[in-house]
């Protein structure tokens, strides 16, 4: 069997993307060492998710840590079937990357670097996909003009057309990315140079909002599940700044794993795209809030707060018309209703 390397499985896309390549018969190599639980306390734990990945015979799990290169050499040296490294293993939060600045940075930056390393000398010809973020553009998408609507900020373009989004020529540079997005941007970088330098099958997907039911979304990470969380279970819920119009959109895991299967069937080296619900699966707070209301029947008590998150966005949809093109036979499931749902079905039933 090929054998498929996993990092972050435990993750929302991590496991998504474990249990799609196990059920395709691929012999999975899962590695996580439920960070998550650090950084955002038990809630936010991966271990019950690693328990059912562990209850197919074609999975194996590493519980290491990946800022250590001398445990990831001892993992490529003993697996001599590895065709493809799916990289989803992260500090996610914004927020929390301010705290420990240098925890952030090995994670994110640090232990791509080491993985993509690993992957030169020990498996040069695999495929190599990493999760990245469109927070790599820092606060580039807020100088764009916007129109208030009534529930939302829209982005229109001087023939009174809607904008189709933002693309992968958006600046990186010149703008404030947090501590977050400035250690994705390095680790984006290193992926495209790897690539580029050394004719790696490489790729960044700069990721909008990823979600799903299989989320464990905390305040600080995971917006759209803690949100529902929140509604259906009558959690209190903070809306900081924007006037609760910021927004966002959404694509579920599903969706993006079935976009990582496109790219592994016909790679590219040193690639680049924007991967997002697009203009079919957005949504403001203030709209997410409405339809979230619809599905659980309970109404959302929540605090606003006037400052934005800092160097947050206050409109972001991404234009995937790149790789539509590249794949044409790609598209999504899920819409945002659909995801919605979901994730309110599951908190229903938790």
Request: hydrophobic letters at 35%; glycine letters at 8%; a negative charge.
């Amino acid at each position: 069997m090929t054998g498929v390397l996993v990092t972050g499985s435990g993750g929302l896309v991590g496991s998504e993307t474990a249990f799609y390549y196990l059920r395709k018969g691929f012999k999975v190599y899962g590695i996580d060492n439920d960070m998550r639980s650090y950084f955002f306390g038990d809630s936010g734990s991966t271990k019950m998710t690693v328990k059912r990945l562990d209850d197919f015979d074609n999975y194996t799990h590493f519980n290491i840590d990946i800022r250590k290169y001398s445990d990831l050499e001892s993992i490529f040296n003993k697996l001599e079937d590895i065709d493809l490294v799916i990289h989803t293993a992260a500090q996610p939060s914004h927020d929390w990357a301010a705290t420990e600045p240098l925890t952030d940075f090995g994670v994110n930056a640090v232990g791509t670097i080491n993985l993509l390393e690993n992957v030169r000398i020990s498996c040069p010809t695999a495929v190599f996909i990493f999760t990245s973020t469109n927070k790599v553009y820092g606060d580039s998408p807020n100088l764009v003009k916007l129109k208030e609507l009534k529930s939302r900020y829209e982005f229109v373009l001087d023939d009174g057309s809607l904008s189709d989004g933002f693309n992968e020529n958006l600046t990186i540079d010149q703008s404030k990315h947090s501590v977050f997005g400035a250690s994705k941007v390095s680790a984006d970088i290193m992926v495209q140079e790897y690539g580029r330098y050394f004719d790696m099958k490489t790729v960044s997907f700069r990721c909008g909002c990823l979600t799903g039911p299989r989320h464990s979304g905390v305040e600080l990470h995971g917006f759209l599940s803690y949100l529902m969380k929140c509604i259906v279970h009558k959690m209190p819920y903070n809306i900081f700044g924007y006037k609760g119009k910021q927004v966002r959109d959404n694509i579920h895991s599903s969706d993006l794993v079935s976009a990582f299967d496109k790219f592994y069937e016909n790679p590219k080296c040193g690639e680049v795209y924007n991967m997002g619900g697009a203009r079919q699966s957005n949504c403001s707070m203030l709209e997410a809030i409405s339809i979230g209301e619809e599905f659980s029947g309970n109404n959302l008590k929540y605090n606003y707060i006037e400052n934005n998150r800092s160097g947050d966005h206050k409109w972001w949809i991404s234009d995937t018309s790149k790789f539509e093109k590249d794949y044409p036979s790609w598209s999504r499931k899920y819409l945002i209703k659909d995801i919605i749902g979901d994730i309110c079905k599951e908190e229903m039933q938790s």
